[in-house]
């Protein structure tokens, strides 16, 4: 098997079909936010024309093998500007599937602003796996994830995520870490605990620099998260720790995803139909974009053939003690670190040594039990979205 999990006949020449594929649709480039930090390029109006989604899902689903899953994501800019154009390819999809005999799951990763009648319908589809993305309180949340006038957009997400509460849609929030709000990290979980959140992914600002204290911060501010959260994780999920308790309690690990395939078993078409590994990669989509993968979403029947990357090499973590434990495999995170898509840097290996030795530390103050804990019973290998 290679790294998405797909059969291969023989070394370099890779035909099968995958278990599983990962086809991510950025259905625009706009946004009607400006978040400071926002790293998918400029905003403006392109907004993916149906004949490249429909194009991009009969591919990928030609893409998976009898019995398997499509894995159907939504990314932008704000992917809820183009809800008709959403509620349409899952309705295409639904179809397209059912009569292929491939299951479907999809999801989509929204600022939580828009939430006119469609951008409500799609949100709340019981098969919607939905997130939206709140950076906490006020201070942090309305620091960066602004309007074009400046104006914090707190009021209407908070307001989106208790409508989604009350309507009894399970969400999860996306909130992102850096260096500025750093410190405010275990006020803001508890922020979003009070709100009714159950489930938060943090998502490391990797698009910036860390220098100064950045790390120490960060390392106490893990450090005080995991406190206040040990005695609540039966209620409220944090990706980082319930990755690293999973692991440490023994849990089973379970290929859950078709992500972080990055070319094997996933695949980004932008709105020009442009083919990228990974949709945090897009950007502006320039025609020379050095990630871009040849070829695009109208061009062949299928993604059986796209080139394939290595995963983290050896030479980049030989003789680490938990080497084996360690989640720096994303490729997209160590290329946008090093340039390399098999070298995780410097922050990457700091996060991950500070969330096992912290999350060992609060194990054994007396965390429950993987199997007493329905949070940690299982690793999820996800990734967050911003
Ligand atoms: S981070 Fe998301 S919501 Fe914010 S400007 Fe970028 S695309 Fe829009
Ligand atoms: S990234 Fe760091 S912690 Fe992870 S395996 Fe490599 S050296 Fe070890």
């Known amino acids: 098997m290679d790294s998405g999990g797909r059969k291969t006949e023989s070394e370099g020449r890779k035909t099968a079909k995958y278990e599983r594929f990962g086809l991510t649709l950025v259905v625009n480039h706009a946004c009607n936010l400006r978040c400071s930090y926002c790293y998918t390029g400029a905003k403006f109006n392109r907004p993916m024309p149906d004949a490249v989604g429909d194009r991009a899902i009969d591919r990928a689903i030609n893409s998976v093998e009898a019995g398997g899953e499509l894995e159907l994501g939504f990314f932008g ?167 690293k308790l999973g692991r440490l309690a023994g849990a089973r690990v379970r290929k859950e995803t078709a992500r972080c395939g990055f070319g094997a078993g996933e695949i980004a078409v932008a709105p020009s139909g442009r083919l990228y590994p990974c949709e945090r990669l897009v950007g502006d989509d320039t025609a020379n974009s050095p990630v871009r993968l040849p070829g695009t979403a109208l061009e062949g029947s299928d993604f059986l053939s796209i080139r394939t990357f290595p995963g983290r090499s050896e030479a980049a973590c030989s003789g680490c003690a938990i080497e084996s434990e360690c989640s720096t495999t994303c490729r997209c995170s160590n290329y946008v670190r090093t340039g390399d898509v098999s070298r995780p840097d410097g922050l990457l290996c700091f996060l991950d040594r500070t969330l096992f030795r912290e999350t060992l530390a609060a194990l054994a103050d007396g965390l429950p039990r993987s199997s007493e804990n329905p949070q940690t019973s299982e690793i999820h290998e996800e990734r967050s979205q911003q």
């Not at 390392?219 to 995991?226: E, K, M």
């Open 77 to 243: 800019g704000e992917p809820m500007l183009e809800a008709d154009r959403i509620e349409r390819w899952i309705g295409r999809a639904r179809e397209r599937c059912r009569a292929a005999g491939r299951g479907l799951t999809f999801g989509l990763t929204t600022n939580g602003t828009l939430s006119g009648e469609i951008a409500w319908r799609v949100m709340t589809d019981p098969g919607m796996e939905l997130a939206i993305s709140c950076d906490g309180g006020l201070q942090s949340h309305d620091q960066h994830r602004v309007f074009p006038d400046g104006r914090g957009s707190l009021a209407l997400v908070t307001d989106t995520m208790r409508q989604l509460r009350t309507a009894g849609k399970p969400f999860r929030t996306v909130l992102v870490v850096r260096p500025d709000t750093v410190t405010g990290l275990p006020e803001n979980l508890s922020w979003l605990r009070d709100v009714g959140v159950e489930m938060v992914d943090l998502s490391l600002d990797l698009w910036t620099d860390w220098g100064g204290l950045d790390l120490e911060n960060l390392r106490q501010a893990i450090r005080d998260s995991i406190r206040d959260w040990r005695g609540r994780c039966h209620e409220f999920g944090v990706n980082w720790f319930n990755e």
